[in-house]
């Protein structure tokens, strides 16, 4: 069972950086494809970004094409989430998730097709 430890949050001004990483805790890490939720305070956990088991095929979510930039290093066993220029409607619980891939270039972007989860790590944007 992969384990997925999330870090890089905190308080930040808007128009601030910051870059978010998720530490998986398996050898097989490049047979996952990996995705970045959110969760803000008294709404549902919406999908923010989804990479593919190699890494060349992303996907984002319409609200933070041009911010953020999902990327993996397979050799790390990490994913990490670069967000710029930050919103005060950026703050929220951020999660990494994974799904177990057969496929090379399949990009995840719903919720229920990822099987392990992190516990969360928070940002808050000030404006």
């Known amino acids: 069972q992969a384990q997925l430890v999330e870090s890089g949050g905190g308080l930040v001004q808007a128009g601030a950086s910051l870059r978010l990483s998720c530490a998986v805790s398996?050898?097989?890490?490049?047979?996952?494809?990996m995705g970045w939720f959110r969760q803000a305070p008294g709404k549902e956990r919406e999908f923010v970004a989804g990479?593919?088991?190699?890494?060349?095929?992303?996907s984002y979510a319409e609200f933070v094409k041009g911010r953020f930039t999902i990327s993996r290093d397979n050799a790390k066993n990490t994913v990490y989430l670069q967000m710029n220029n930050l919103k005060p409607e950026d703050t929220a619980d951020y999660f990494c998730?994974?799904?177990?891939?057969?496929?090379?270039?399949?990009?995840?972007?719903?919720?229920?097709?990822?099987?392990?989860w992190g516990q969360g790590t928070q940002v808050t944007v000030s404006s």
């Open positions: 998730a994974a799904d177990l891939q057969f496929s090379l270039v399949a990009v995840r972007i719903r919720e229920d097709e990822y099987t392990y």
């Open positions: 990479i593919s088991r190699r890494g060349s095929e992303t």
């Open positions: 398996r050898r097989t890490f490049s047979n996952y494809a």
